[in-house]
Structure formats: structure tokens, C-alpha cells
């Protein structure tokens, strides 16, 4: 099939809220997906949203576990997925909704792959910011993973605290502690993801390079999630607290 046509059917099931449709699963290679996902991507481009960054999922162990699946997965960040700490969100416009608990990483400097290194990455980060990636369950049972990235990889929105100048700090080490409606569910640490946040910087650039495409100065990066995916009820109050950056919150009236 060619990636026009699988965009063209994809995008149809977008609008109509199904995002998997029966005519593509099982039929995508995971290069094949990314092709299409960027293709949504235009279509989004074409009505007025805008590329501001790239999320990097599966990079912690137990989300990995969670899906049974072992190698990072990219998807798009648009202007309109955006928003600040203390957001409410609708519950009822989020179709089986969850949570992750990340660093936005913001690019200052052009990263071109696919031979991007980690003191190159560790260069060009410009500044950490506390986040959630909110995630919407929407594939159907079995998981079709390459339909999954296609459909961009569970991404319905971002979340962002306020952020700090990243002065080369070990990403590694910073922990972070999770609350769901004040009760505290959870610490992890960086080293969780890819073993440090940056690593996902490292691989997101030279991954984009296979697609002609550049991590550009001005980018958010979505670190991955230092934890496993939480789901997300109705009246739910959230809050990541990742020591010495900050602390983000989110309210699902």
C-alpha cells in the first residue's frame, strides 16, 4: 500500500474517532508507520497546527513490560497538544486517557544524525522542565504497534511546568515523586529512562535522520516516562515533583 493511500485512511479514522482502522492492521512495517504518522502530521500542519517538538516513548523498563515492546518509538508535539501546569482538561473529550511522567527537554541547538553523540546531545539542551505526556488508549485489542506509532504513538497532549537553565546537571540521578489525588503512588529516578534522559536526545536525532528530518533548535523533547503509564478516572488531581526542576500538575474535571 502506498503511504499516501495508508495516510489518507488513517486520517479518515482519525476524525471519526476510531485511529485504527481494520484496512491497516497488520500491514505496517514500523518504517512504514513512521512515514505514515508524519503524513497525519501534514495534515495536521495543513490546518493550521505546528510542529514544536517530538516525544520519545517506551524508555523505561516498565513501560516496556507494560506493552511488550523493547525499543524506543517517536511521535509528533504540536502547538495545540501544549499546556501549562494546573491545566484542566475534559475529562470526557479523552478517550481512554492515561498519564506519564517526564522531562520536557528543551533543544537550543540544531542536531543533525545520524551520528549524534551524547556530549553533542548534552550540549545542545537548553533547558529541563517538569511534565506529563497525557496518553490516550486507543488502539483495540490485540496492540497493532507499528498502527499504534502511526496513529502517533498514544500522544493526545503535553503538559509543562515552569522550567530551569540546564547546566549540564546528571539526569540520571534526579528522582521524581508521583501523587494521584494527594496520595503518593511512586519515586523513580532518570537512569530509568535509557538510562538517563539524555540518551533519548542521542536516539531521537539520529532516528529522525532516517527521515530526512533534523532535531531542530527551538524543539521540546519528550524524555519518555521515568515510570509506568497511570490511567486517568474522571476528577483525578495530578502531580510530578522532580527534585531540583520542579513540579507540574494537572486537574480531569
Known amino acids: 500500500m502506498k503511504t499516501s493511500d495508508a495516510v489518507s485512511i488513517l ?20 518504517d512504514a508507520a513512521y512515514a505514515v504518522q508524519l503524513g497525519v502530521l501534514t495534515r495536521f500542519e495543513e490546518l493550521g497546527d505546528r510542529l514544536v517538538g517530538w ?3 517506551l524508555t ?3 513501560i516496556q513490560e507494560q506493552l511488550g515492546f523493547h525499543e524506543p518509538v517517536f511521535g509528533f508535539l ?26 520536557c527537554l528543551t533543544i537550543g541547538e540544531t542536531l543533525t544524525g545520524p551520528d549524534v553523540t551524547f556530549d553533542q546531545a548534552m ?3 537548553s533547558e529541563v522542565s517538569p511534565a506529563f505526556e497525557i496518553i490516550e488508549k486507543r488502539s483495540r485489542p490485540p496492540l497493532d504497534m507499528p498502527l499504534a506509532m502511526a496513529d502517533n504513538g498514544q500522544q493526545k497532549g503535553f503538559v509543562v511546568g515552569e522550567g530551569v537553565q540546564f547546566t549540564g546537571m546528571d539526569l540520571a540521578k534526579v528522582s ?3 501523587f494521584v489525588n494527594g496520595t503518593k503512588q511512586e519515586t523513580a529516578i532518570g537512569a530509568e529512562v535509557l538510562g538517563t534522559p539524555v540518551e533519548s536526545v542521542v536516539w531521537l536525532a539520529n532516528k529522525l535522520s532516517q527521515f530526512e528530518r533534523s532535531l531542530e533548535a527551538g524543539s521540546f523533547v519528550m524524555s519518555g516516562s521515568f515510570t509506568k503509564q497511570y490511567d486517568l478516572s474522571r476528577g483525578d488531581r495530578i502531580e510530578a515533583d522532580f527534585a531540583g526542576i520542579g513540579r507540574v500538575t494537572a486537574y480531569f474535571p
Open 78 to 103: 504540536t502547538r495545540n497538544a501544549r499546556h501549562e501546569s494546573g491545566v484542566e482538561l475534559d475529562f470526557g473529550n479523552l478517550k481512554a486517557p492515561g498519564f506519564e511522567n517526564e522531562l
Open 176 to 178: 521524581v515523586d508521583v
Open 11 to 30: 486520517w479518515e479514522s482519525i476524525q471519526d474517532n476510531v485511529h485504527d482502522p481494520d484496512q491497516l492492521r497488520g500491514l505496517l512495517s514500523m
Open 55 to 57: 516525544k520519545v516513548g
Open 123 to 125: 550540549a545542545a539542551i
Open 60 to 62: 523505561a523498563k516498565a
